[in-house]
Nanobody, 123 residues
């Protein structure tokens, strides 16, 4: 079993950057793919990015392509989400999640979630 804890959220102005971290506990971290999702007030959960178990495949939602980068440090059991050129519409609670699939953009395929971290982008 794996547990996830996010950190790195905060408040920035438009055009700023943040780096989110998702630290996993448990011995089977490398058995899971990891995704980032976000949810803004009054909206549904949106896929942001995912990294495959091996770390060799990366996937992004259309709204963040070219601005966000997902990466992993398996030795530290940590997945990062580097967010650049932030926009007010990026404001949301960001959560990381683990999946037993190779990769998925559907939150239904993720079985373990962190508590989330708030990102607020002001204009």
């Amino acid at each position: 079993q794996v547990q996830l804890v996010e950190s790195g959220g905060g408040s920035v102005q438009t055009g700023g950057s943040l780096r989110l971290s998702c630290v996993a506990s448990g011995r089977t971290f490398s058995s899971y793919s990891t995704g980032w999702f976000r949810q803004a007030p009054g909206k549904g959960r949106e896929f942001v990015a995912a990294i495959s178990r091996s770390g060799g495949s990366l996937y992004y939602g259309d709204s963040v392509k070219g601005r966000f980068t997902i990466s992993a440090d398996n030795a530290k059991k940590t997945v990062f989400l580097q967010m650049n050129s932030l926009k007010p519409e990026d404001t949301a609670v960001y959560s990381c999640a683990a999946s037993s699939t190779y990769y998925s953009s559907s939150y239904h395929d993720y079985h373990t979630w962190g508590q989330g971290t708030q990102v607020t982008v002001s204009s």
